[in-house]
């Protein structure tokens, strides 16, 4: 069974920054992409920033500049830095990941974790 686990989401003021981090654990032979989504209340869910096994890092156009993605392949660990944050980067941010246990590759989600930026 694999599991991905968030910590790190919390209450801050605009301009303050947090760092999310999300372990997977389990049985895993390998993981592919890796992931931060979110969704705000009334929203869809939407891509925030993803990293390949390689290192390749693709944002939205929204974090650019103020959100670092980056992970630990020893660690099956991906985090995200967020800076310079603003209300609108309200949301429930949710892990995501393309691991492969017994056979292809599945994707899983994590139970997200609530960021909260106060004005």
């Known amino acids: 069974q694999v599991q991905l686990v968030e910590s790190g989401g919390g209450l801050v003021q605009a301009g303050g920054s947090l760092r999310l981090s999300c372990a997977a654990s389990?049985?895993?032979?390998?993981?592919?992409?890796m992931g931060w989504y979110r969704q705000a209340p009334g929203k869809q869910r939407e891509l925030v920033a993803d990293t390949t096994s390689g290192g390749s890092t693709n944002y939205a156009d929204s974090v650019k500049g103020r959100f670092t993605i980056s992970r630990d392949n020893a660690k099956n660990t991906v985090y995200l830095q967020m800076n310079s944050l603003k209300p609108e980067d309200t949301a429930v941010y949710y892990c995501?990941?393309?691991?492969?246990?017994?056979?292809?590759?599945?994707?899983?989600w994590g139970q997200g974790t609530q960021v909260t930026v106060s004005s």
């Open positions: 389990g049985t895993i032979f390998s993981i592919d992409v």
């Open positions: 995501n990941a393309d691991i492969q246990n017994y056979g292809r590759y599945r994707n899983y």
